[in-house]
């Protein structure tokens, strides 16, 4: 059974930091490979961050060298931590996973290749 639960969203102002949490079902976290996207007000859904395969992880280009995702084992967690947030990084982020076979480069980002997602949690940066 596929369940994510996400957390840590919140109000920062430009520059702050704040971590999210995904928590899994033990099966999800096993099987699956997962990752971080988010959805602005009138825009797309977009990936942030997300597992190649490999042990790799592919950050969207906004966000590379500020966010880094992380896994924690004994937890069944995924984690995205945020620094420098910019008023460009307020949305609705969600945790979501798929089927583990390998997707190179950007493609881990793609919205399309995902078929499990959290409800999600909102990010607001102010300036």
């Known amino acids: 059974q596929v369940q994510l639960v996400e957390s840590g969203g919140g109000s920062v102002q430009a520059g702050g930091s704040l971590r999210l949490s995904c928590a899994a079902s033990?099966?999800?976290?096993?099987?699956?490979?997962m990752g971080w996207f988010r959805q602005a007000p009138g825009e797309e859904r977009e990936g942030v961050a997300a597992?190649?395969?490999?042990?790799?992880?592919n950050y969207a280009r906004s966000v590379e060298g500020r966010f880094t995702m992380s896994r924690d084992n004994a937890k069944n967690t995924l984690y995205l931590q945020m620094n420098s947030l910019n008023s460009e990084d307020t949305a609705m982020y969600y945790c979501?996973?798929?089927?583990?076979?390998?997707?190179?480069?950007?493609?881990?980002?793609?919205?399309?290749?995902?078929?499990?997602w959290g409800q999600g949690t909102q990010v607001t940066v102010s300036s």
């Open positions: 979501a996973a798929r089927p583990p076979w390998g997707l190179p480069g950007i493609q881990a980002l793609g919205v399309e290749h995902y078929n499990y």
């Open positions: 033990r099966y999800t976290y096993n099987n699956y490979y």
């Open positions: 597992e190649e395969g490999h042990g790799i992880t």
